[in-house]
């Protein structure tokens, strides 16, 4: 009689383990453009190193917006990804993430004033060692005022990394050595952070350094540029675009309809 019961107990559990390994949620085919910008001038330069490619003004930041509200997007926070993802939020039909990386202290001076100004969230990627400092010319945000950011609930502040280089020239244990010394100096200016997004500094990753951040309590990890869809979504392959000087939004929303998932 023992027997049989654990067999049929050892049946039952091998069913379990087996649906959960083949089940796959049903999950709507819905794009997840996520836009990227860097920092913000009142005024464009005649020249810049990058092409232009890494820095926005405050007026086309708001007509941004303003153009998405009007094209109907939802504006969402990572959380609000995680939940919809665990099936604890409801995706709304045309979702949308804006993020910001490096940590410049014009996303202080000038984006949050919007954020508010519309209610809308977003998601800072800072570089942990730039914090409060000067680095060639450009001005980085302090700890109180990723605090006060985050204290709206408006912002979350995720990692960019500790010092900002290409992780996949290094070894995997730099990277999560980095990584955790990052979440550590965030946790202890800003508090525990029950969600973890690290982005990739240039997009720059391997495999292996993807696997062993998961291992090592990253939620989710951003890398490259590109469209989600939500049907195939994968927390650890996230990508962004790109939302170069002065673009506008209605070149946005036709970017985000010709970009293929």
């Known amino acids: 009689m023992k027997r049989k019961i654990f067999v049929f107990i050892f049946i039952i559990f091998i069913i379990?383990?087996?649906i959960i390994i083949l089940w796959k949620p049903n999950r709507k085919n819905i794009n997840i453009p996520i836009l990227l910008y860097h920092d913000?001038?009142?005024?464009?330069?005649?020249?810049?190193?990058?092409?232009?490619?890494?820095?926005?003004?405050?007026?086309?930041?708001?007509?941004?917006?303003?153009?998405?509200?009007?094209?109907?997007?939802?504006?969402?926070?990572?959380k609000d990804l995680n939940d919809a993802y665990n099936n604890k939020l409801?995706?709304?039909?045309?979702?949308?993430?804006?993020?910001?990386?490096?940590?410049?202290?014009?996303?202080?001076?000038?984006?949050?004033?919007?954020?508010?100004?519309?209610?809308?969230?977003?998601?800072?990627?800072?570089?942990?060692?730039?914090?409060?400092?000067?680095?060639n010319g450009k001005k980085y945000l302090t700890w109180k005022q990723c605090k006060t950011m985050q204290d709206s609930e408006l912002v979350e502040i995720f990692s960019h990394?500790?010092?900002?280089?290409?992780?996949?020239?290094?070894?995997?244990?730099?990277?999560?050595?980095?990584?955790?010394?990052s979440y550590k100096a965030i946790e202890n200016h800003l508090g525990k952070q029950e969600l973890k997004v690290f982005a990739y500094p240039y997009g720059a990753f391997t495999k292996e350094e993807?696997?062993?951040?998961?291992?090592n309590g990253i939620d989710m990890q951003v890398y490259d540029i590109g469209m989600n869809n939500f049907k195939n979504f994968n927390m650890h392959y996230i990508k962004r675009i790109n939302i170069p000087c002065e673009m506008t939004g209605e070149e946005i929303v036709q970017e985000i309809n010709f970009i293929n998932y």
């Open 90 to 135: 409801k995706l709304p039909q045309k979702p949308i993430l804006i993020t910001l990386d490096d940590g410049y202290y014009s996303n202080y001076k000038y984006v949050f004033p919007i954020l508010k100004k519309y209610n809308i969230k977003a998601s800072i990627f800072i570089v942990t060692d730039n914090i409060g400092k000067t680095v």
């Open 210 to 215: 993807v696997l062993v951040l998961r291992l």
């Open 161 to 181: 990394s500790k010092r900002h280089v290409f992780y996949n020239k290094l070894s995997v244990s730099e990277l999560r050595n980095d990584v955790i010394d």
């Open 16 to 18: 379990g383990i087996s």
């Open 40 to 78: 913000f001038v009142e005024r464009v330069p005649n020249k810049d190193p990058d092409n232009f490619n890494y820095i926005n003004t405050p007026k086309s930041f708001e007509e941004n917006i303003k153009t998405l509200l009007k094209n109907n997007y939802t504006f969402l926070s990572f």
